[in-house]
């Protein structure tokens, strides 16, 4: 059994802050703004898990009323959120996702960014796709006044912990939820 979610996210990059993508901090004149570290890219992706069980959204979870998540780095946030699929009895599949943002040049960063969200989300890193593009100046993101981030993610349901005895004979392959390619 499989599900699927999506996610979108956006957020004012502003002089003054970090900008922080996929868990990675970026050298840049601007930062996103938010109540969190801002990471537009891993809001997304926590969005499109918790779409995905029917669980809301990130705000619903993690309120920005609520101080214990100021400045918070997102990805504490996106293992909080893989524990949440795991009590729903599902596990990441793969992810695909896509960084809206006229500048900077995010390609080199995005190998780390995959790492990070493989690590937290507990698969590999073929599962984890990102794509960045720009919307040729036009619109928020041509106008650098904001970063969006789209993603869509597939989950797997995981295998009950205990099975009856006929069932786990007749199981001979592993579930494909940790599948590596
Ligand atoms: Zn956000």
Known sequence: MMRIGHGYD??????????ILGGVKIP???GLLGHSDADALIHAICDACLGAVGLGDIGRHFPDSDAQYKNIDSRVLLRQVREQLRAKGYAAGNIDSTIIAQAPKLAPYVPQMIENIAAD?????GD?????TTTERLGFTGREEGIAAHAVVLLIKTPLKKTSKKKSQTRERKTPARRRR
């Open 28 to 30: 840049h004149g601007k």
């Open 128 to 132: 984890v796709n990102i794509k960045a």
């Open 10 to 19: 956006v957020h004012p990059l502003v002089v003054g802050r970090d900008l």
């Open 121 to 125: 989300l507990g698969v590999a890193r």
